[in-house]
Every structure is written in C-alpha cells, then in structure tokens.
C-alpha cells in the first residue's frame, strides 16, 4: 500500500474531504487513469494520464457549484421562501430559505455525500470496450462502471467519510447525556440522511406507543391475574392500539418526511438500481438512454427459482420445529422421572437452542434471500427492497411463530406457549444485542488498535489526520442498511401483538429492550460501523404494510386465543358452537372496526396536504406555461445536462 | 310568455346555440338586463341596459376562441400530437392532434357545454349588495350569482341544447339497429361527457360479467340441482368472479377515462360547488379568493343532525320489516287452514306488498338524504357525492337486504329466502322499469302534444326550428345525474353476490334485466329527459368502493349460508364446532386471497401508467424552468385570467 497524499485538479484550500474509493492493491495504473478521469469528466472520456504512481486509495470532493447543480439533478426538495418543500433548482438558488451567499453551508454533509454517490453510480460506459488494463472485463454502453469494477473485485468498496467534529456533537445530544429525552432526529437526518433518522423516529415511537400497554402488562403479570375477563379486555385494548398505533406513525412519518424534503420526491423518476443491467434502451418516461431489462424474464425467474426456493425453506423450518418439539417431549420425559432442579433446568435448553437455530437459519436464509433478489435484477432500488422484504418476511414469520401456534392452537398448552414465547423472546434479543453491537464493537476496537500501531511505525509522529482517518474507515465494517433493524422491530411487534395476551410481559420486555437499542444503535451508527449514504426515504416503505398485516393476523390470533382459554369456555359448558360463533362475530366486527378506522384517519396531516396541493398545482401551472415554448426548452435541455459533471475535485494519495 | 328571437352581441351566422337560461316569467327587466351584462362580461359589471323588453328564456352561445381559452381553464384534457393525453393550452393548441384552422370541431358540443356551465357557475357577485330589482335578494362577495337567482326561483333552470343530427346519428348506432353489438361508447362520451359514458361502460361490462354466472344459473334451476356440493362450487366461483370483475372494471375504466383524457384531471383542483356559501377567503392550494366554510361546522352538522337521522330511518326500516313478517305469517296461516289456489297467490302478496314499500322508503329517503348532504354544504361536489352515496347506500342496503339476512341466519328458512328473492328482486325490477322509464316517457308525450298545439296556435305554420326546439326541450324533465343508475347496479349485484347460491337464476334475471336496461336507458337519455350537462368523471368513483365493499359482504354471506345447509352439515353428524372452523377457515383463506389478489392486479395498465409518469415527469421539469421565470410568470398570470371572459355571445327572445 502506498502513502502520501497530492492534489489534483482542485484548489485545496477549499477542499472538503466527502467520499472515499478504495481500489485492489493491485489495479493497473491505465485502469486508474482512465476511472480518474472519467469521474473528473463525464463527457471528455479516455484520456489517460500515465505519470502518476499507482496508489489505491481516494478521497472524492466537489466544488459548490457541482454540488448545487448535482442537488437539482437528484431533485432534492428543500425549504422554499414560503415554508413549502420545493425542488431546489440552480437557476433559482436565492429564493430557497437558507441559500446564503456562494451557497456554503445550504446542503449538508450526507446531501453532498449522497449526490457524489449518485454521480458515482450513474457514471456508465459508452464506446470503452473493456476497462483499460483488464481486456476481460468487458463493457457495453449503458453498463455502470463502478458496479462494473466492483463486482469484479477492482473496486473494493467506496463509502462518505465522517465528519469528526458533526460526529462529536451528534453524538453528545444522541446518548451521551444521561438525561431522558427525545432523540435529536432532524441532527441523525442531517449527519446520516432522511432513511435512518426515519427509521429512530419510528423506534422511538414505537417504544413510547408501547408504553402503556407495558403498564398495563406488570400488574396482570405480578398479581398473576388469571381472570380471562380482564384478558378480554386486554385482547380488545391490544387491537385498538395496534390498529390506530399504525394510523398514527403513517401521519408521523408524512409529517417528518414532509419537513425533511422527501415526501413529494416522485418514485417513477429513481434512476436505475447501480446493479441494473440489460440491453441499453430508452425509458419510456423520461426519453433518456438506460438499461431496459424484459419484466417476462424477471417473472419466470421469481416464480420458477425464488418461489420455489423459499417453499423448500419453510418446509426446513417446519422440520426443524418437528426436531424441537422432540427434544422438548424427551426434555418432559426427563424431567417427570426425576423431577430436580438439574432436570428443571434442562426443561429450558430445548427451547433455547431452538431460539438460536432459528437466529442461525435467518441469517443464512438472509443472505440466500438477498443473493437471489438480486438476481432477479429490478431495475428499482425501492422494487428491489419489496421483493427482498417480502421473502425475508414470510421466511421469517414462519421460522420465528410457527412453533407458537402450533403449541397455541394445536397443542392447545398454554403453558408451554407461555415458557416457550418467553424464552424465544429472551434469547432473540440477547443474541440480537450482542451479534449487532457488541460483538463489531470489539473487533472494531482491536482493528483500531493494529491500524494505529501501523500507522505509527509507518509515519513516525507526524500528524497527518485525514489519512489517518481515511486508513481507519476503511477498515471499518460497512452499515448494511435499515433492513435488518426494522425486521427485529418486526418481530417484536409480532411477539407483543400475536400472543400478548397470554404473557403480558412481552411488552415490558420489549420497551426495555428498545430501550437499549436506541443506546446500542446510536453508538454503533457512530462508531462502530463506516458512515453509511444517505437514503432518501419517504416512509418506511414496505414495512408499514407489513406491520398492518401483522396487526390484521393479531386480531385473528388474539380472538382465537380467547375462545380457547378454559374461563371463557366455562360460560358456555352446553355447546362450543355458540362459542365459536360469538367470537367470529367479535374478530368480524374487529376486522371491519379496523378497515373503517384506517379508512377514516387520512395518512397526510391537512396542512401537508394542502402544501402537496399547492406544489401540485404550481407545478400543473407551469406545465401550461411551458408547452407553449416547447421548442425553446427542447433545444437547451441537452447541453444543460452536459454542463454540470465537470469539476469533482480529486485528492489523491501517490 | 314573450316570444321571438333578438340576436345580441354576437355575429349571428356563425352562432351555435348551446344552453338555455330560463328565468321566472315575472322576472324585474333590471335584473335580466343585469345578469345579461355580468354574463356577457364578468368583468365590466352592472352597466345597466333597459331598453329591451322583458324576456324570460336565452340562449347562450359562444366565439370559439373563448371556448377554447376555456378549455383551458377548466384544465380539459386532449389528445396531443404524440398520442399522450395532454392538458390543452390555448398557446400550444396547434400542437394537439385534432386541431386545424381555427379550430373548428375541436372541441366536442358537450365539452362546449361543459364549459360554459363552469363559467355560469363561477359568475360571482362582486361589490353588489343586491340583485337589481330585488332589495331583498341579498349578494355577498364571492356568492355564486346563478345559484343565488336559481335558490330563490328567479332563474327556473338551465341546460344545454340537444344536437338534433347528432342525436339522431348516436340514437341510430346505440339503440335503434336491432343487432347485436357494443354500445358506441365513444360516441356516447362525445354526446353526453364522461360521467355518463362510463356508467354505460358499466352497464355493459357488468352484464357481460354476469353472462358465464347466469349461464351456469340456469341448469341449476332448470334441473333443480339441491347437491350443495356443486353449491359450495358455485359459490367459489361467485367470490372468485366478484373479486376479479371489480379489478378488471378498475382497469378498463382506467383506459377509457385515459383516452377521454379525465385521468389526469386533478381533484383538488375542483372549484367550489356552485351551491357552496360560507365567507369569502383564500384558497389555501391556488390562492385564489373563493368563499370558505370552516370543516368544524360542517362535521358538528353531519355528526348531530345526519347521523341521527340515518339512525332513526334505519329503525323505522327495521319495523316495517317486522310488520312484514307478521303479514307473512298471517298468509301463511290462511293458506295452511284452507290451502287452495287463491291462498296460494295470497302467500306473495305480502312479499309484493312489502316490495313496493322498499321502493317508496327509498324513494323518500334519498329526497331526505339529498336535503341534509347540501345542508352540510360541501365544497366540493365529489365531497357532496360522497356523503349523499355513503348516507343513501347504508340505507339502501339495510332496506333491501335486512329481510333476507333475517329469513337466511335467524329463521334459516331457505325456502321462504328463495321465494322472498325471487318476490323482491322481480318486483323491484318491474318497478324500476317502468318508474324509469315508461312513466316519464308517457309523460313526455302528453307534454309535447300540448306544447306542439300551442306553438302551432301562436305562430301558425312558420317554420322555427330553433325556437320550438327550445320550448319542447325547456318543458322535458330533468335527468338528475347516474346517482339512481348506479344505484340500482348496486342493489342488483347485491341480489347475485349475496344470494344467488340460494336462487342460482338471480343472475340470469339480472342480464336480462339489464339488456332491456341498456335499451331503456339509452331511450330516455335521448328522448325523455333534457340534455344533461357533461361530467369529467375519471371512473365511476365511490360507487367503486361500494362494489368492493359488497363483493366483501358476499364472500362472508355465501361461506355462512354453505355452512347453513344441511346437505354440508350431514357431512359433521357428530360435531356443529368442526363445520363452523372448516367454514370459518375456509372464508378467512377466501378474505385473504381476495385482498392479495386486489393487491397483485395493478389498477392502471402499464402502459397507461407510463404515459401518466411522463406527464408527471414533463411537469416536474417544466416546474423546476418555471421557478426560474418566477417574477416574469407572477406579473404576466393576473391579466391572463382576466381576458378570456368576455366574448360570450348571447340569443335573447324578446
């Protein structure tokens, strides 16, 4: 690896440092040439550059002025004069609220990071054949070269560096004064994008929405209330919560995603995933030249490879769950002919190792999930994350729940539904705690440790902090997105609202749970993992649909349970029928309770509506205005895209 | 009444006559002179002008450029050069695809209509404090004119002309050649606007739908096939089929309302209904200045006073059902003491009876429901549409069907269900018939006989086609929207999806029904009624919504009524519990199937979908050029509204 910094193409002085590429130690320098100048000029391609060494690392920034006309390529929206989200446009710069002077200061650190990274990903071959240096790795026009270069090992990661001081301060107001308060979401929005901060607001307020129900919950648990009245009503509480908890978050999160500038970002207009490729195209909508892909092969590689796939694996998890119910039988046999406390004790294992068996087949099947989804090559970042979702949901409600319903409703036991929800509950969170936070944290310290001692033999005492800090990030783990958190909030949402009325600990558990993790995400999104791009999300996608049919299964599930508990079944000891009648009246009644409240409850406050009306209708307006110099528009679109790709600065270490 | 034609304003040869104003006989010459002036220009308003005589039926028409600048602010939508559908501009009108010369034949009559009405409808009183004449006929700003003069019998009504020739022509290829074909859905759009078009398309599709359930309907009947196994068939299909139909209808009425370019069209962009008052403000979204009514008020209203309402008229509707099961008991008494054939007729009368009283609680609740939804005053007149269905279809529903649910799951008495169908649905439709159609057509005859008479009598055998026209016309009734269409579809299809497992024929009643309904209906649109004014409907609205709904109704009815019979039930000898969990599961399998089902169908085809992403798309960038004209655009928008008003021609008899 080879140290020392030089600068080109940019005045330093200004320079801030924004995006780090790290390149294989042994990439050709014609191949390094021709990236750098590339990613210095879309548009004046191929010339090469021989008389620099061949170093490996980069640090990518821009000038203000790129970063401007870039912000108006992403179409972010910010704060208009008037307090209304606009799309920030170059030409009209001055009317936007906190454009000052040259601009300095308007897009923050993750904006920049973000619009770097769009450039990045959307630099695409044209007439190359094959990358300089590497005849094999073929190109077509259309392909995106730095997927290109990645999948193929030459490009090793490329990631937004910290900023110490932001980072400092984030993280004093985020968890380290022990005093109770909210979280600072609209600082984690500016240092980590609109996706992450969505995803605290929601952990936040899903723990304080679950507050009450965790009242509620100690009481029944330590008194140990066995009265199946009481439970009722707890059942009927539960549906309400689950229900208007929903409708409440989706008008949360319009409003957060309002004032952050990405609830009127338009999905149609997402450029290709960077991993999008097929026979170069038009997009129908936009008229530019991209990757098109045939959704007819899309189909058959769901439905003849992904579909099957995931049935062989829940047919897996079912025989494991057969496995388990074995061990748990021979466990009870142990335990009734020799009941002690070391056969007590053995009563728990099997439900423990089943807990992390089912923590181990997530994993796997996670990464399967992930490899074919993007296989099936979606053309969408957001269609992408549907498809993965959904896979990984069904999977994952099937390994984690299948055996409490099998014990609720087949089984019919509530007691061992109660040990076994428990101990599952329990030993998913610790193994969640410590897989996600802990453990990186202490290979993250030892790494540290060895890049410092490094770092000192190579250089002796000279301060040199950028590159010490860039040598640190590299080596550091990378964030791999929001996914795997909303899924444990997932779960727990599953495990409080399917089966909470039969161990109303769940809640308490969970708010404690979430409590730490608010502690234990914050300090790993600042520490222990590489800082990861903005992401800018509207709401949490797919996962509200999935919290809804959660609560819609809740409701079946928790009106099933309280038709089979012996107290209620004691006021009808003539006939189960009328039973069972009535409580399919009371879930249908529900369900239809349910559909009307979220009907009822729009999901956009009125005043962002309005604000959306008027965007709208300006926007309507100008259309009119603009057919009519049509042709004007149309001749000067060209260069206008020509004209901003021009001067990413590049430092470079020789 | 005063008679002859004066020609005001306008170049007489080219002058189309397209609506009519008829104002009180006893009308104030001021006044006319007044509303003529604020007409002929809303701007220069209150020149007053009495040396006509007095008048009391006009006709108004208008310069073509006028229509079109319109057609602009009305936001029509037309089909552009590169076959998207685009909103017109009178700037850019060369550029769409029908447009040659001046623009003659551009626009259809109907949209011309269209757009006069909206003009009529949006003449707001100003600075006058009364209506010239009429101290007591207080205005206030921003007060809808025509509204105010119509509310207090001043202006009787107004509407537009028919189109003798075209009328002639569309009579011809919808109704009047007797081969089988699809109705010129085109034709009828062009004639009488979107609204209508579309619940003909309706019409049609739902009768074509009903064909395969009627033509399976028919052998069960015929060979009296009591085998519920091939019921529980029957009844899946019914549920897969009522499912799919509405998801198909979605999509075909997406196409048709695409090519009649109301797709686009954008609701909150709806001016205020003409019948809206409340003090004059500023909309929020547009900024104009328009009368605003607090929503507070509105919901205090619809909360203690309408729903009350509803309540007590769902109670009464309860009672008369109570009185006509006595009366089914007293029939049946009579008939098991002395059965002989006159009893057995006596057995339908009060079935017949109690038919006929549902028509009549209908008929009187929908005047009632009409009164209270102006009275909450709605601003907009889809909000108006809304509650006046929500209100009507709650009733209707529990009116209609309360019996039958009451005789299939309290009584569980299969045989009267089926003779009580059969009973209610002929009568009903008999009813409709003849209510719809046949009545107002004797009426209409009598009507032009007498008018016939007296043009004859006043002016002898001059030939004034223009003018007997708009008296005939100007003495039709008036059609008062597809409201009880719709209607009547809907209680129809609740007839086939709730019952028809029980009464397999109902869907055989039902197409033959709506063949003759086609047929009627296309009669009285073109000959009973006046013209109606177009409607830009973009589908069929929350009538939508209201089919769904049922269709979820039907799915719960049909799994109750299979588990009912005591063919399925001789399959659980020893157990009721077990059936009712096989049919519990088995509807909770169907409600999950059909929402996924109306999940994975997407509402808009592809390809529709992508041109609307293109309009949006082209709107947004125009948007971001716009923003940077801002200054320009402002100062130029004001006058621009100002100047298209003004050249309305108006035919004046005097």
């Known amino acids: 690896m080879q140290l020392g910094l030089s600068v080109s193409d940019s005045d330093v002085s200004s320079f801030t440092p924004l995006v780090v590429l790290e390149l294989a130690d042994d990439t050709k320098a014609e191949a390094i040439t021709w990236l750098l100048n590339r990613i210095r000029d879309k548009q004046q391609n191929g010339a090469q550059d021989d008389q620099k060494p061949n170093p490996n690392v980069f640090v990518v920034g821009s000038t203000l002025?790129?970063?401007?006309?870039?912000?108006?390529?992403?179409?972010?929206?910010?704060?208009?004069?008037?307090?209304?989200?606009r799309g920030f446009t170059y030409a009209n710069r001055e009317s936007f609220k906190d454009f000052n002077g040259d601009g300095e200061g308007f897009l923050s650190d993750a904006e920049c990071q973000y619009i770097i990274k769009h450039e990045l990903d959307t630099l695409r071959a044209k007439n190359e054949e094959h990358v300089p240096g590497y005849p094999k790795l073929k190109l077509y026009p259309g392909k995106s070269v730095v997927r290109r270069l990645q999948s193929k090992g030459v490009l090793i990661q490329y990631f937004p560096l910290h900023n110490k001081e932001d980072l400092k301060r984030l993280s004093f107001s985020w968890y380290k004064k022990f005093k109770l308060s909210l979280q600072p979401l609209d600082d984690i929005r500016h240092y980590f994008g609109e996706g992450l901060a969505l995803y605290f607001g929601f952990l936040e307020y899903f723990t304080f929405a679950l507050v009450p129900m965790a009242l509620i919950g100690i009481p029944y648990y330590l008194f140990d209330w066995e009265d199946y009245d009481k439970y009722v009503l707890f059942a009927v509480f539960n549906l309400v919560w689950s229900t208007v908890f929903l409708e409440v978050w989706k008008r949360c999160s319009a409003t957060l995603a309002y004032g952050w500038g990405t609830l009127s970002r338009k999905k149609a207009f997402e450029e290709p995933r960077a991993g999008f490729h097929g026979a170069l195209g038009f997009n129908p909508v936009t008229g530019r030249e991209e990757p098109v892909y045939p959704s007819s092969k899309r189909?058959?590689?769901?439905?003849?490879?992904?579909?099957?796939?995931?049935?062989?694996?829940?047919?897996?998890?079912?025989?494991?769950?057969?496995?388990?119910?074995?061990?748990?039988?021979?466990?009870?046999?142990?335990?009734?002919?020799?009941?002690?406390?070391?056969?007590?004790?053995?009563?728990?294992?099997?439900?423990?190792?089943?807990?992390?068996?089912?923590?181990?087949?997530?994993?796997?099947?996670?990464?399967?999930?992930?490899?074919?989804?993007?296989?099936?090559?979606?053309?969408?970042?957001?269609?992408?994350?549907?498809?993965l979702v959904l896979k990984v949901l069904v999977f994952n409600f099937v390994n984690c729940f299948a055996s409490l319903f099998y014990i609720a409703f087949v089984m019919q036991d509530m007691v061992l539904l109660r040990q076994s929800l428990?101990?599952?509950?329990?030993?998913?969170?610790?193994?969640?705690?410590?897989?996600?936070?802990?453990?990186?944290?202490?290979?993250?310290?030892?790494?540290?440790?060895?890049?410092?001692?490094?770092?000192?033999?190579?250089?002796?005492?000279?301060?040199?902090?950028?590159?010490?800090?860039?040598?640190?990030?590299?080596?550091?783990?990378?964030?791999?997105?929001?996914?795997?958190?909303?899924?444990?909030?997932f779960l727990l949402f599953g495990y409080v609202s399917l089966f909470s009325c039969v161990y109303p600990l769940a809640a308490v558990l969970v708010v404690l749970n979430n409590i730490t993790e608010v502690y234990s995400d914050a300090f790993k999104m600042c520490h222990v993992f590489k800082r990861p791009f903005s992401e800018p999300a509207m709401n949490i996608g797919v996962w509200q649909l999935a919290f809804e049919t959660m609560s819609i299964i809740a409701v079946v599930t928790n009106c099933a349970l309280i038709g089979l508990s012996p107290q209620v079944k004691a006021y009808f000891p003539e006939s189960d029928t009328q039973l069972i009648l009535i409580v399919v009246a009371i879930?249908?009644?529900?369900?239809?309770?349910?559909?009307?409240?979220?009907?009822?409850?729009?999901?956009?406050?009125?005043?962002?509506?309005?604000n959306l009306a008027k965007l709208e209708f300006d926007s309507l307006e100008a259309l009119k205005k603009r057919v009519s110099t049509h042709l004007y528009i149309e001749s000067h679109w060209g260069p206008m895209f020509l004209l901003w790709t021009q001067t990413v600065g590049i430092f470079q270490r020789s």
């Open 587 to 610: 879930e249908h009644v529900l369900l239809a309770f349910k559909f009307i409240l979220a009907f009822v409850i729009p999901d956009v406050p009125k005043h962002i509506q309005v």
């Open 65 to 85: 002025q790129r970063l401007l006309n870039g912000a108006e390529d992403v179409g972010l929206f910010k704060e208009f004069q008037d307090g209304t989200m």
């Open 299 to 387: 189909q058959l590689r769901i439905y003849l490879v992904s579909v099957p796939f995931v049935l062989l694996c829940l047919y897996l998890s079912f025989y494991v769950m057969m496995v388990y119910f074995d061990m748990e039988f021979w466990a009870i046999n142990i335990y009734n002919e020799n009941p002690d406390i070391a056969t007590s004790i053995l009563l728990f294992v099997p439900s423990i190792i089943y807990a992390v068996v089912i923590e181990i087949m997530n994993l796997l099947y996670r990464f399967a999930a992930e490899f074919l989804t993007d296989w099936e090559n979606h053309r969408l970042e957001s269609s992408f994350q549907n498809h």
């Open 422 to 489: 428990a101990t599952l509950l329990i030993t998913s969170q610790i193994l969640n705690q410590v897989m996600e936070a802990f453990l990186p944290y202490w290979l993250q310290r030892r790494r540290n440790k060895k890049v410092h001692k490094r770092m000192r033999r190579l250089m002796g005492d000279k301060e040199l902090p950028l590159l010490g800090q860039v040598q640190l990030e590299t080596e550091m783990n990378t964030y791999l997105g929001t996914f795997d958190d909303y899924l444990e909030q």
